[in-house]
């Protein structure tokens, strides 16, 4: 057996009021860990109240087996058992050897008496001497939790020898000993890190060569995926997302776990968010599943069970949470099951074997997964959003034949083929080298929208290589040196060329719905003030305090809606996040551009608002917008006709963006949201005076 490092999840054990293990609840949670990156986990540690389970072997060997079932085996397990006694521990882990040659063992100093280091030192050799099984062992140390036994350098270093013993989990509250326990770091012998707010810490100690060998152990691993994207990152040495990662874990912990008592805190929270999470699908309701153990149980407040229940819904819109799929209603999968289904997709067996999955990756529409073959890199996109305006609809398979030309707005029979191309359900769209799209996307390899092998319309598409314009920009933007080297301003010039490339389709109607090219003409200006007037009604429920002055703005540049005449092929969510760019020594190259889910036709303004607010906003000073209008410049003439177009749109996304976060703050009352969102909507409503001047 390799040594366990990277993600490690401490998981927690759901039982009831007899010590009985809940199968259906604890075989859904390892499932779920898995789907959200842990590498292996540990059974009965000390969040899975390994103590209270130390005479309980029948149970262990109930839980180990449905571990095994839920993981296929193919993650490492770390079984605690805990005694006072030498002769019981070992007793234990033979017993559990026998029928589990594939598990690890993890052990602790006593945990109710504090003996001598020596002591200590001889409780654990006489442990290593006498036992005749192959399993490998790892020492817990945890001071606070066994009786203030803490395993001196000393101890460990002569405890090494042993060809069993591999490795060490330690709380890190001693630094210098946690030093000491680094420099035994190799491929025989791993590291853990046990104290979830200190991840940043402990790779800061570890030389970057070695961070392979060590392990982050995490509680809050039972419900999120962040500790899995910091160890990746970590071993990336990628500071910046490492401490951002820390920060956020940070949070979450404050929100999720319980702290109205110490004792059980995160136990109770996080059986509380789990039950939560999946509360569709319990047999039994959350008042009816106790969360602790009997003596520690006691009741969850309201308000703390509203902020759990809040972050719960908050982290899932965010993708910090995966959810497990459900194929009918006992069926559960993960990813690594959904590729086998692909098994007769001619497309993807040509990609050669399956090397690497990778994600899922944050979105608020889809979940997205990079997969590695062996002759490509592929994007999976699922449209896990049920509330998607389109969502049985792939709409690149739509997009993709009016950006090579294919199909345009003078194509006859145009609305024959639109039909033919929406009521395709499974298929392909790959450019050919000879003609290219006009921008560069990736290809469409593949794409199912019948829900029949998976319950979802699902994609698999080209990966562009590179990062998104956004990424690159927060790298740099405390570096003003490098930001106005001219590499950056040639980067957003080149950004309004593809965007003038891409308003050359044109076509001879507004189109909201893409369903609907070719079949009828929609009237901007209705369409346009149908959606002002119920977002001026929303704004009116809210209490914003200058209606009429949007009413009056409006009124007096209506001529400018009403006599567009310009309808081309829009992104319509144009903005860092969605541009792919590739750092090269002396420029920048934009990859491609992704997520087309909202594409529409429609008038060219349209497509600056969220480039402008969401990008270009905070780099006023690096005059980035006059080299992005100099780039479309090349395509279409800027005049002030057109600049007034865009305050237009940009106003009524504001306000549409106002009412949202102010519906998102009336419905939740957890602290953090409550302020961000406040301070959102003050940020919407000083944009709009400042386009309306008041």
Request: hydrophobic letters at 35%.
């Amino acid at each position: 057996m390799q040594t366990v490092s990277g993600a490690i999840c401490d998981t927690i054990i759901f039982y009831d009021k007899n010590f009985e293990i809940n199968e259906e609840l604890n075989s859904l949670l390892i499932r779920h860990i898995l789907t959200n990156g842990a590498d292996s986990f540990i059974l009965f540690g000390t969040t899975g109240e390994g103590i209270i389970f130390s005479d309980k072997l029948e149970q262990k060997i109930k839980l180990i087996n449905l571990a095994l079932e839920a993981s296929g085996r193919k993650n490492p397990i770390l079984v605690g058992v805990y005694s006072n006694e030498t002769e019981d521990l070992i007793n234990q882990m033979e017993e559990l050897a026998k029928k589990f040659n594939d598990i690890n063992f993890l052990i602790s100093p006593p945990f109710s008496e504090k003996i001598s280091d020596q002591s200590l030192k001889s409780y654990f050799e006489d442990i290593f001497e006498s036992i005749n099984f192959k399993n490998h062992i790892y020492l817990h140390n945890n001071p606070d939790q066994f009786a203030g036994n803490e395993i001196d350098p000393e101890i460990l270093h002569n405890l090494k020898d042993f060809p069993n013993l591999r490795g060490l989990n330690d709380s890190f509250y001693n630094i210098k000993n946690c030093k000491s326990y680094i420099q035994l770091l190799d491929y025989d012998f791993s590291v853990h890190c046990g104290m979830e707010a200190n991840f940043q810490n402990f790779f800061q100690l570890i030389s970057l060569g070695k961070r392979e060998f060590s392990g982050i152990v995490s509680s809050i691993g039972n419900l999120i995926n962040l500790s899995s994207k910091l160890y990746y990152f970590a071993l990336e040495d990628n500071i910046l997302e490492v401490h951002q990662l820390q920060d956020q874990i940070n949070d979450i912990r404050n929100k999720i776990y319980d702290f109205k008592i110490n004792e059980g805190k995160e136990r109770r929270g996080l059986k509380y968010a789990f039950l939560h999470l999946y509360k569709e699908r319990l047999t039994n309701p959350i008042k009816e599943i106790d969360l602790i153990s009997p003596d520690l149980q006691i009741d969850i407040d309201e308000i703390t069970k509203g902020r759990i229940e809040a972050t719960i819904n908050y982290l899932i819109n965010q993708k910090q949470i995966y959810q497990l799929y459900f194929l009918g209603k006992k069926d559960l999968y993960q990813f690594k099951e959904i590729i086998k289904t692909f098994s007769n997709v001619d497309v993807l067996i040509e990609q050669g074997k399956l090397k690497k999955i990778i994600g899922p990756f944050d979105a608020t529409i889809n979940t997205i997964y990079r997969v590695n073959f062996e002759n490509s890199h592929l994007i999976f996109r699922f449209r896990t959003c049920e509330n998607f305006p389109f969502e049985n609809i792939v709409k690149e398979k739509l997009l993709y034949p009016f950006l090579d030309g294919t199909l345009s707005g003078d194509t006859d029979n145009l609305t024959g083929q639109v039909n033919s191309i929406v009521s395709s359900k499974i298929g392909a769209y790959i450019f050919h080298k000879d003609n290219p799209p006009t921008v560069p996307v990736g290809n469409l390899i593949y794409y199912d929208e019948t829900k029949e092998t998976v319950p979802y319309v699902f994609t698999v598409q080209d990966y562009i290589n590179g990062k998104p314009l956004i990424w690159y920009l927060r790298q740099y933007l405390s570096e003003e040196i490098i930001l106005r080297k001219t590499k950056f301003p040639n980067l957003f010039k080149d950004l309004g060329i593809i965007l003038g490339k891409l308003h050359k389709i044109n076509f001879d109607s507004y189109y909201e719905n893409v369903k609907d090219i070719g079949k009828k003409k929609d009237s901007l200006s209705e369409i346009f003030n149908k959606k002002l007037e119920v977002e001026i009604q929303d704004a009116k429920r809210h209490k914003l305090n200058f209606i009429k002055e949007i009413k009056d703005y409006y009124r007096d540049n209506q001529a400018l809606i009403e006599d567009e005449f310009d309808f081309t092929l829009l992104h319509n969510d144009f903005k860092g996040q969605n541009i792919i760019v590739k750092e090269e020594p002396a420029n920048f190259r934009i990859s491609g551009l992704i997520d087309f889910d909202d594409w529409c036709i429609g008038c060219r303004a349209q497509d600056f608002v969220k480039l402008e607010y969401l990008t270009l906003k905070n780099l006023e000073k690096y005059n980035f917008k006059n080299a992005f209008y100099e780039g479309y410049s090349q395509y279409y003439k800027i005049d002030k006709d057109f600049m007034k177009k865009i305050e237009m749109y940009k106003l009524l996304w504001l306000l549409k963006e106002f009412n949202i976060e102010f519906d998102i703050k009336n419905r939740t009352d957890q602290a953090k949201i409550l302020a961000d969102t406040f301070s959102l909507t003050i940020d919407y409503v000083n944009e709009m005076k400042k386009l309306l001047i008041i």
